[in-house]
Structure formats: structure tokens, C-alpha cells
Nanobody, 126 residues
Framework: QVQLVESGGGLVQAGGSLRLSCAAS????????MGWFRRAPGKEREFVAA????????YYADSVKGRFTISRDNANGTVYLQMNSLKPEDTAVYYCAARRDPYGSMWTRSYDYNSWGQGTQVTVSS
């Protein structure tokens, strides 16, 4: 399995930007599909974005499309989530997740992933 540690969360005003990082350790990172999920207070965890092992394919939830960008650096074992034009409804704990997949498939459901980070809080004020 892959060990994951998120960072980069914080408090930002609406319209602002944040970049989340997820540092991965473990030999399978470079062959893993990576995903970002979030859980807002009182809500279920939801899919945000995913990227395949090569970085050649990405997929986004409609709610963040055009505002968020997922990317990865396999040499440094890190996946990023650049978040622009943030809205108060983006407030949540953001989680990084991994699933080994050398075929490059996209996965959007929580139970598709078998490694999770501890989460990082993002708060967007209005």
C-alpha cells in the first residue's frame, strides 16, 4: 500500500486560491491512480478529482471543473490539487487517496481506493 500525507489546507477568502499537496511513500505510487475527495460538515465524502498513473488523464467532479486542477510529480512522489476561485461551499476536509492501477483507469468512488491520507482542512470564508 501507499502511505499518504496531505498538506496545504487553510483559511482563504472566497475567490482565493490554495494548493494542496499529498506526499506519497511506497513503491506503488508511480503505478497508482490518485484521487482527491472531500467531506463537508454533515455531508458524505464526495469525489473531487482523479489522475491516472502517468498524469495523462484527469477527471473532475462537475462542481469543481474549470476551477481545480489535479497534477502529479512521480519523481517526487507527490500529487497536487490547485484550487482557484474558491467558494464557501468548497469548505471541507480534503483527502488524498490511492489505488494501484497500471492500466490508467479513472476511479471516482471512495471504495475504489485502498490507501487514504489523514485529511487537511480547507475553509473558505464569504
Amino acid at each position: 500500500q501507499v502511505q499518504l500525507v496531505e498538506s496545504g489546507g487553510g483559511l482563504v477568502q472566497a475567490g482565493g486560491s490554495l494548493r494542496l499537496s499529498c506526499a506519497a511513500s511506497g513503491r506503488t505510487f508511480s503505478s497508482a491512480t490518485m484521487g482527491w475527495f472531500r467531506r463537508a460538515p454533515g455531508k458524505e465524502r464526495e469525489f473531487v478529482a482523479a489522475i491516472n498513473w502517468s498524469g495523462g488523464s484527469t477527471y473532475y467532479a462537475d462542481s469543481v471543473k474549470g476551477r481545480f486542477t489535479i497534477s502529479r510529480d512521480n519523481a517526487n512522489g507527490t500529487v497536487y490539487l490547485q484550487m482557484n476561485s474558491l467558494k464557501p461551499e468548497d469548505t471541507a476536509v480534503y483527502y488524498c487517496a490511492a489505488r494501484r492501477d497500471p492500466y490508467g483507469s479513472m476511479w471516482t468512488r471512495s471504495y475504489d481506493y485502498n490507501s487514504w491520507g489523514q485529511g487537511t482542512q480547507v475553509t473558505v470564508s464569504s
